[in-house]
């Protein structure tokens, strides 16, 4: 078999920075505090554990005092910040740029809406760090959509604002700009009210059809991703509607020899949380299946 990993998959810039701040702070710190994973992938979050990184929530983040705790690319709410400078502690800020810059733009959208009795919505995941510190901006009052049924919250009758996580699925984002219009009109409300912004990052957003056209070059896919990973599932969703013989990894443990069968060609990719060393286990892993699998 012939066994190709996807040159375009693996950490987004955002995640890359992330992890080269945390490994940076461990070369001359033997523990640096982490608030949350600092990727979704059990796999790097063991390799960093190693070197002294000790994941927190937000109740033992409110115990530390005169520390040093790293924000991830996800990105924080404004009481994050707030907290840190009560127990002075010395925040490694590593949001991710394009993370930072949508939350100042769901802030200065809360405020116009304020003015307007608007609704800010963000098509995202419940829960999600990301999403938490987007709703942060609205004083925890922007409204939460991942499904058609999520919708029955919003308003129709007054202005609606949406926006994307940056790392959802931009068919699934426009899927709900479609749904929340027809219910604007139903309602009998005007569609100058509704404000629809497609926030999703691009080098996210761009792997959705690079990865559709790599499926369609091998015979197998092996698609490894953390499962805890929101883009993980959004891309990989592209992959099994492209290849149906593709298959969900979290590492080279799981890989099924049966698979194989009859394939002359194996791609493997990942999610913008993937490092590429953990897909070249998974490739050394692949080439030790048997030929006459």
Not at 165 to 170: A, D, G, I
Request: net charge negative.
């Amino acid at each position: 078999m012939n066994v190709i990993i996807d040159k375009n998959s693996g950490y987004c810039f955002g995640v890359e920075f992330a992890i080269q701040m945390a490994e940076d702070e461990l070369a001359h710190e033997e523990t640096l505090y982490c608030l949350g994973d600092i990727v979704h992938n059990r796999m790097e979050v063991e390799r960093l554990y190693e070197r002294g990184l000790r994941i927190i929530d937000r109740e033992q983040l409110e115990q530390l005092h005169d520390c040093k705790v790293l924000i991830r690319a996800h990105g924080e709410p404004p009481e994050t910040y707030q907290l840190a400078l009560r127990n002075n502690i010395e925040l490694i800020d590593a949001s991710c740029p394009v993370v930072l810059k949508l939350q100042n733009r769901v802030k200065h959208a809360f405020d116009s809406s304020q003015r307007q009795n608007g609704q800010i919505v963000i098509y995202g995941q419940p829960g999600h760090a990301e999403v938490a510190g987007l709703t942060g901006q609205t004083g925890n009052r922007a409204l939460i959509v991942m499904t058609e049924a999520d919708l029955d919250q919003i308003d129709f009758a007054r202005p609606v604002t949406l926006f994307s996580q940056t790392t959802k699925s931009t068919a699934g984002f426009y899927h709900m700009k479609a749904v929340i219009e027809e219910r604007i009109q139903a309602a009998g409300g005007s569609l100058d009210s509704f404000d629809a912004n497609d926030s999703i990052c691009r080098q996210v957003s761009n792997r959705e059809p690079a990865l559709a056209r790599f499926a369609t070059e091998h015979d197998v896919v092996v698609f490894v991703s953390g499962r805890k990973s929101s883009n993980g599932k959004a891309l990989f969703s592209v992959v099994n509607k492209t290849n149906p013989r593709s298959y969900f990894v979290e590492n080279e443990q799981e890989i099924d020899e049966e698979w194989f069968h009859g394939a002359e060609s194996v791609g493997i990719c990942g999610a913008t949380s993937t490092p590429m060393w953990l897909m070249q286990r998974v490739k050394d892993r692949i080439e030790e299946v048997p030929e006459t699998v």
